[in-house]
T-cell receptor, first 111, second 113 residues
């Protein structure tokens, strides 16, 4: 079955780049999403990429996709304290409308 | 922008009570979802709906039911609340069954005493 895995915790210093990693298992064409959750709030859609793409850039965010290894990463350039949050990777499942979520990576940004 | 509104941010109820969590979306989306989020367990899908009066069980439907009488509204019902249902509940909607992002509400933090 489908599964999405993420590391649980990442700590960086303000101004550094952050790289959050995710692996997925579905072999069919799919969309992959990154969400951000700030404390006490819902999930906010950050960006997404189709599985036939290699890269997508949106301001400070860069998504890289290694299709062979089914590995997805989210790079945040010039990380700020406001980027401290939980980041979820999610994979779209066929024609169901459903998403499979990773466990979430807590990003801690130290001043 | 899609707006998904959950009726309460915080709710405290007692064991055995019947609890209603309400969710409304304003983008005429076909799909709506209810998740619960617990530390160390991530997001778990409780129920979802593809259209009015339709419902599908997710991964953890036990102890819950849902209602979708209108397209924009999806209600989660705890028939007889128990302490193990204390959690953060998240509602989401998406346009259709294709590869679409889900849009989330702000969540309801429910405590059962």
């Amino acid at each position: 079955g489908e599964d999405v895995e993420q590391s649980l915790f990442l700590s960086v210093r303000e101004g550094d780049s952050s790289v959050i990693n995710c692996t997925y298992t579905d072999s069919s064409s799919t969309y992959l999403y990154w969400y951000k959750q700030e404390p006490g709030a819902g999930l906010q859609l950050l960006t997404y990429i189709f599985s036939n793409m290699d890269m997508k850039q949106d301001q400070r965010l860069t998504v890289l996709l290694n299709k062979k290894d089914k590995h997805l990463s989210l790079r945040i350039a010039d990380t700020q304290t406001g980027d401290s949050a939980i980041y979820f990777c999610a994979e779209s499942i066929g024609n169901t409308g459903k998403l499979i979520f990773g466990q979430g990576t807590t990003l801690q940004v130290k001043p | 922008d899609v707006k998904v509104t959950q009726s309460s941010r915080y709710l405290v109820k007692r064991t055995g009570e019947k609890v209603f969590l309400e969710c409304v979306q304003d983008m005429d989306h076909e799909n709506m979802f209810w998740y619960r989020q617990d530390p160390g367990l991530g997001l778990r899908l409780i129920y979802f709906s593809y259209d009015v009066k339709m419902k599908e069980k997710g991964d953890i439907p036990e102890g819950y039911s849902v209602s979708r009488e209108k397209k924009e509204r999806f209600s989660l019902i705890l028939e007889s609340a128990s302490t193990n249902q204390t959690s953060m509940y998240l509602c989401a909607s998406s346009r259709d069954r294709g590869h679409q992002p889900q849009h989330f509400g702000d969540g309801t933090r429910l405590s059962i005493l």
